[in-house]
């Protein structure tokens, strides 16, 4: 279902595109179609991806397939919202206010984030160096909370990355572990403080 909604902003710009190329509609409306499909979805798409960890905390299922399909569904995303303000009105404005900055930020960001996204890049950068890598999703998270705050437009994608800021809290995320381990009937199995767990 996620996966599903997820394709179809990156749908509507190719079709933006491709009645562009066609002659059906004018550049002025395929930028305005794809910066539609792409800036709230985009932000949308990455907060569902940044909400897949603790969703598979709380089900204990595995969550990685979803994560990785929305991952380079946010980059396409915010690949076209990159090419469409270049587009638009030139790459030299890409830093010509602060929440372009931000934007063009998350946009750089993500980019090694796309590339490394397979399991070829894990065996060669060793899975140390690729995690280290990927925690740049972290910096991506706040630039495009910065891009949106400085805009002043706060919509559901903000509030999904808050709530994945949020679950990442080690407190709460011990309480959703503890939470799901209950409804699956583990008793008790994490202790709230390190010394506890150090006792057990
Ligand atoms: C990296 C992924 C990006 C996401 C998810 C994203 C998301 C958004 C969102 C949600 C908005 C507000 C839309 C609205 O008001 O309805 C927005 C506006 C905008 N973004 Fe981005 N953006 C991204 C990258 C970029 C980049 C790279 C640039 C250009 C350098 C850019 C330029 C703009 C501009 C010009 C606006 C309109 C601002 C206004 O209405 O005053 N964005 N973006």
């Keep these: 279902m996620v996966l599903v909604l997820a394709t179809i902003a990156p749908l509507v710009i190719v079709g933006a595109v491709g009645a562009a190329?066609?002659?059906l509609i004018s550049v002025g409306a395929m930028v305005a179609v794809a910066l539609a499909a792409g800036e709230n979805p985009g932000m949308i798409t990455f907060g569902a991806m940044f909400l897949a960890s603790p969703v598979q905390w709380w089900t204990g299922r595995s969550q990685v397939r979803?994560?990785?399909y929305l991952g380079i569904v946010f980059f396409l995303l915010a690949l076209s919202n990159g090419v469409m303000f270049a587009i638009e009105s030139g790459v030299g404005a890409a830093l010509s206010?602060?929440?372009l900055v931000a934007g063009t930020v998350a946009l750089a960001l993500a980019a090694p984030l796309f590339v490394t996204s397979n399991r070829w890049s894990q065996r060669r950068l060793g899975m140390r160096r690729w995690r280290l890598l990927h925690k740049a999703t972290y910096v991506v998270a706040v630039a495009l909370m910065a891009h949106v705050l400085l805009i002043g437009d706060i919509g559901l994608g903000f509030v999904l990355i808050s709530l994945g800021f949020a679950a990442r809290v080690p407190a709460v995320?011990?309480?959703?572990?503890?939470?799901?381990d209950r409804r699956r009937g583990i008793a008790d199995p994490r202790p709230d403080t390190p010394a506890l767990q150090l006792e057990r």
């Design 21 to 23: 190329l066609l002659g």
């Design 66 to 68: 979803v994560r990785k």
């Design 97 to 99: 206010a602060p929440f």
């Design 173 to 180: 995320k011990r309480w959703i572990q503890r939470r799901a």
